[in-house]
């Protein structure tokens, strides 16, 4: 029995509250990703700081993934190929924890989502599908 790769990976797109980073998610973030992994550099992180929008234009990504960091909108950036591990650096230089930042993304302050993960996180009652749901 044989697989469509692509079939396969598009049902990941089903999995509510859920962004899982495929090759194709790699491909469409690299340079999001590597604008993000460049603010390991103490110097790049006092150019962004100085000027976001001059030093984001200087890296060859789409607009709307531009704005989305310029935005902090890690769930759109996650949307247009950004992985969480990278992206932690733009929080970490804004100044936010991981738990501070994670807790952006799902709407609740940082206390409800430590206290939600140390009680097991989240349910797997409940929606298991976007297209069930609709």
Partial sequence: MSIDIHEY????????GT???TAARARQGYWMNQFAMSLMKAENRVR????????????PMAEDQKQ??????????????GNIYFLAKVFSTDGLSFL????TMTGMSPEDYQAMMIAG??????VRSIKEKR
């Fill in 100 to 103: 501070q930042a994670v807790g």
């Fill in 121 to 126: 996180g989240r349910s797997p009652q409940g």
């Fill in 48 to 59: 962004w700081l100085a000027g976001e929008r001059a030093y984001i234009d200087e890296w």
């Fill in 9 to 16: 990976l598009a049902e990941f797109d089903d999995i509510p």
């Fill in 68 to 81: 989305a960091i310029l935005d902090r909108d890690y769930n759109r950036c996650l949307d247009l190929g």
């Fill in 19 to 21: 962004r899982v980073y």
